[in-house]
């Protein structure tokens, strides 16, 4: 059977997910090629023979440049902090390799095109990690929003709000700061929900009016030297959108939402129905329909099951339950399909580009203090 | 015992849960005068007769103007549609009757402006039925705002949305009319909203950026003659706010939302907790605070019982759950202390006269495309 | 208009939530008759003077039985402690008098029998104050049980916990003593559920198993002397339950359930569906129906409006939430009809009788370690 | 290092979920040994292959006799049907393999009994599959209990109801007949919920009273021949509890449970506080605590996180939601450690041997008509 050899890149959080994931897919999933953890690379190679060893990779290196040169590494997979993937991608992409990269791609929409264009010339597939649109409920929600059940769509409202910084005694990290994380809120989990907003509705958000908020102005610096220095990018925002067809809506981001853990949530409103869904119960989606006697109309609760998209690979009982891995397992059948079968990856770094259009919008909206466009 | 003689006007949805509270509150509670269901007053004589019946008024009149001026009625309640409401309270001002009057207030800020200051230089005592405020679950949110049990706010979220003109078949009516109803979704569940995001924060909504929508453009004539005619307010709207501390937020009003009955929900984020609530499950508050092990952190759900606000007076045990009329029962204990006792009536006409200028700054922002100030 | 004189003895809890009902109940319906606050009886005349001018009665009396043979008085409302109910009822029934009297009926089956026959050789009306059975989410549970909506019944499971009685430190009451409350929970909480269960599947409880215990088996003397004396019924009861058509089902009564504010709840499976409910969020129907694709399918949330049970006349809009209080109201409407119209009343003495047969078999049971059959 | 070669018979349902299981654990966690896919067993060589190929096993047989005696099989995996539980593992016991069986252990308690003998004689290590309390939220029910943060418990409510025979024209499988399957619903997932109650309190079942029914009697033959047969066990079962410290409780189970997916479900109440838990929401549990001030008081919804059991393996966020298959990777975890670390595993053979003996006194204790003592 063909192969397909992972390198990865970084094994903080979602390095070790996607080693859960590598690992798993082919038993749940029929591929049509065997993922490999083949090579594995962290900051030094200590570190990564000890990574390499708890998350299964053959080898290891402590030179990511060496992991991306390396002839037996098929695909770049990339779990670096946000300012590491431009170089990481463009370096492979140089060398030919596929790349699945964390997301958000980049810490600008320039820098993000850039990568873009050199993928595209260099004809490699890539792949962003924008997990969440795996999640069957969320498939189903598209789905349903596509073939017209719930009629046309009149309004989206999409929010993924956090409360992992909000304790103001937290010190500073890559997030905090402008260079090495880009955007705050917005650009780390706002990012899923602006491309949730365009997967979900099928249409293009063309406009954005933002109001973005640093609310703990000044962290303590990460070397425990007693002093504080100033939080460079957003903890919060909230932006109003326009979407090409003229279906409006709106998104929040945070980070310091105290008491939302896993916050993202939208609730789609059509012409004939309507769906909620809120991934701290990733595993219902709640749907409207205006049919049938007023008297039994309401919200019913769809437990994923065997019927709705890529449930019955994971278990063939209704009910069951999907968890956050799960969607990396999709994640990387979707990555390995269209790597083998040469199909179309979505989002690829293009559709990834769109985000940090969105993203720079919002930003600019909110200086400008009016409509922004999108630009990408 | 004293007595508080009371003339409605008009008997539709509103005039119905005012006389059933006129009713009941006497009981519920221990109130410093007797309200009296003296005189009704509707459209014609035999309605008003035939609804004075009904309703259990003592007299009926045909004639709203006999009613402003009949010595017997101490106050006025203005339940009719929103354009009747300046002429009949500034007459009922003029009368030197205190005025009761359904919401939003006016059509426009600058009508809210006149009857504000008539009724400041005539001295008479102001209620507007913004009666959501009176269920103790949002009496409670305020507490604990105020109380800084959740730190110091920073992120008020909030929407009104109901599905009452979701059908395109439903002819128009005065809430469709401009001149009837002024605003649209945002003045006739928007306003309830608006009134809450000041009363619950305690904080004044200074500047907004809105964004209206009519999404059903045309509807039949209500005359039934087959024709259509433009819809002349908004169907949803939404905007994003900023307060005078610097807290910033969010509303939605639509009358459109397909599923939502009675979508009035809000979530107060603070530095050190978070309150979610929701009308259609009126008689709980989710209340999450940063405090205790990690692990036995959680929203949790307060049910109203005794220890919160009024409930007591409905019954002595918690969980047994108060309706929407109860609300009203409350608030015409408010309406009744105010004006036996002398005491400040919230949220008299110059607090409802707040909520018609926020109402133009969204309008105006919308098509202005910039933020604009509250005026009011 | 014809009038129905009211006399009420007992103003506790029960007392008063009659009295509010009583005002508000002929502006929420259309009622064949006025119901009048007539007189009230309370331990001593002075309480009951007070009591009467709190909750409204025209007249008051420190004596009960001068209440019944007063010739004013049509409806003996008995709202005073269950050991009371018998005697006061004999004497009413005796008097000529319709009785209305809380749950439960009596102390013993036997003792609600003599009621039950002493009512119906009189030929007054009983009612008997079950409540629950009036919210509009239960009726339209039964409706759809009736309607064969869900199929043929299959099980029935049903709770009504409470922990009002949690605090070992709460010092005996008339509730805790055998010779005054009868059973325990079981009878004050448990009656509730048990003649739900009839009311519900629309079928008799024919066997039943049950379980009793005592949580807390002594508790402090009510004089506050100290010491501490035995609790004489039940802390918390369970049974398996047969119906005389097959079905099979099961309840829990508790005083002592941590946690539990108004805890009554139920299921109902059937053959094509299944209903679930709880009384915590009293305005919600959860219906599952097998029909329609399986992708689709899933519980559905009723929010209770004006296409359900009796719902239109509190509110003409969906989804605005029914209290506690309005359930009595509408308990009001069918007491004043069976009366005025000579309908027959649902649940009278004669089904209350069945609610203690209910409760004595569970007893037996308990003791014999057997099924025991309903006799009633 | 070290492996542990698995031989896995049977691949339905479970056997994949183990196979999934095998595969992500060993990156999921550092586990003392790797376990190794080495050899599966189907009923036929080809179906063999073909699914060893799908699940990822390096080697295929068409007898599982060859897979017990092979001698690279560390650990015999079980994931057959019911009644051939028995033979296999007492054959693997034979031949000095570990054994991991699917649950229910044996279709009779004196068949389990058979098996823990043999197996303690033989010194293997065994471990029976009731993943359901390897969830990190039941871990953190039982510690919390354990712990006495809710004082003592005073009631257990479990169940465990599904829909997946609900449909009459299912026809007949192993599972409905009593020389395939043993009991019905109450073994197969009666099974889970009677090991839970006793995992979840600390203590033992001493005597149950049962009632089952078999609702739909007779089902279309297997073979399509249009004739149908008798179900001979029971479809749906509940029974009362008493357990050695005089706690009390009640369980249902069910297969015709119309709408319930995953409808495993409990309440634990204590003296000061109360747990709630449903599978179908599997990362939330509801914790009530009796402390704080009255009005704070409420069910508190915790989402799992890195502070709870086995939770930061898979993500160090919280809210991120384990899945079905993750339970049956911390189960695997167990066992390689159980197994390599010489640690008593949970449960094993005499655990599972304790849930046929309730199963058995439920059923005896339905046929004679009074409490059973449960032989175990």
């Known amino acids: 059977m063909q192969t397909l050899k992972f390198g990865l890149i970084g094994t903080g959080y979602m390095g070790k997910a996607h080693a859960i994931a590598l690992r798993a897919a082919p038993t749940v999933f029929q591929l049509p090629a065997q993922p490999v953890c083949e090579l594995l690379a962290e900051v030094d190679g200590e570190l990564a023979s000890s990574k390499a060893r708890e998350l299964g990779f053959a080898r290891a290196t402590g030179d990511w440049k060496a992991l991306i040169s390396d002839p037996e590494v098929d695909v770049v997979d990339v779990c670096s902090p946000n300012y590491l993937h431009k170089e990481m991608a463009l370096a492979a992409i140089a060398a030919g390799k596929h790349v699945y990269a964390e997301k958000p791609l980049a810490l600008s929409a320039a820098d993000a095109l850039e990568m873009v264009e050199a993928a595209e010339q260099a004809g490699v597939k890539t792949l962003v990690g924008f997990n969440y649109i795996r999640n069957p409920a969320t498939q189903l929600a598209r789905e349903i929003v596509a073939s ?16 992992y910084l909000s304790d103001p005694e937290l010190p500073h990290g890559w997030r905090t700061r402008r260079g090495t994380a880009g955007a705050g809120a917005l650009g780390d989990v706002g990012s899923h929900i602006l491309n949730m ?12 009016f933002g109001q973005l908020q640093t609310v703990i102005s000044r962290r303590p610096h990460a070397d425990g030297s007693g002093g504080t220095g100033e939080v460079e990018n957003d903890d919060q925002a909230q932006a109003l959108l326009r979407f090409d067809s003229g279906l409006i809506g709106n998104v929040e981001a945070s980070r310091v939402a105290v008491g939302r853990k896993m916050g993202l949530a939208y609730t789609l409103t059509g012409t004939k129905g309507a769906i909620l869904f ?47 891995n799960d969607q990396k397992v999709i994640e990387i059948r979707d990555l390995v399909e269209g790597i083998v079968m040469g199909r179309p990856l979505y989002p690829d770094f293009r559709e990834a580009w769109r985000v940090n259009g969105m993203i720079e919008a919002i930003e600019r909206s909110h200086i400008e203090g009016r409509w922004a466009r999108v630009v990408a």
Chains 1, 2, 3, 4 share one sequence.
């Open 278 to 324: 809120d991934q701290e119960r990733m595993s219902e989606l709640q749907l409207y329909q205006s049919e049938g006697p007023k008297g039994r109309r309401g919200f019913r609760t769809l437990l994923m099951g065997p019927e709705h998209p890529d449930y019955a690979a994971f278990s063939p009982a209704a009910g069951h339950g999907l968890g956050y």
């Open 197 to 208: 907003a365009e997967y979900l509705t099928g249409q293009r958000v063309t406009e954005v």
């Open 148 to 163: 017209g059940e719930i009629g046309e769509l009149i309004h989206f409202r999409g929010r993924h709000n956090e409360d």
